[in-house]
């Protein structure tokens, strides 16, 4: 049986696809109590393999834009769910949309997000040279 768009993934399932994330970008985000958290600008990707990394937010309507994990939303019909309370989301550290994020902009994110150093894209990161370019927006016609 095909999964609908219109129905959440089901709890612990990996996050969509680059071209369906891209879809994402104007959707209400909400934390995982329905509290309206921002709006969905776009999507970073890794710089090298070009996978999702971060989705990108505007908080209000003349609010920051900020970034929050991919690998902790998810989405339903016409909104994105995350895993950060509000008030977190709305602490993270601001980024300058369409430009490159580096190594030491991730590493204040994730460490605002509380993901340990010796956790995955986390650990990776941590190894890199200070001002390495670690993530870029993602494209439209990418994915």
């Known amino acids: ?59 209000g309507r003349f609010g920051k834009i900020t970034a929050i994990p991919y690998a902790d939303c998810a989405d339903g019909p016409g909104r994105v769910w995350v895993a950060h309370g509000r008030k977190t989301v709305r602490g993270a550290p601001p980024i300058e949309p369409g430009q490159p994020m580096t190594r030491e902009l991730e590493l204040d994110l994730y460490d605002h997000y509380l993901i340990r150093r010796d956790r995955g894209r986390h650990g990776a990161i941590v190894e890199l040279d200070e001002g390495a370019v670690t993530a870029t927006p993602a494209a439209e016609g990418q994915g």
């Open 1 to 59: 049986m095909a999964e609908s768009k219109s129905e959440p993934k089901p709890a612990g399932s990996a996050p969509p696809p680059l071209k369906e994330a891209l879809g994402w970008i104007g959707f209400r985000v909400d934390d995982m109590n329905g509290s309206r958290v921002a709006r969905v600008e776009g999507i970073y990707v890794d710089a090298e393999d070009e996978e999702p990394v971060w989705v990108v937010v505007k908080l």
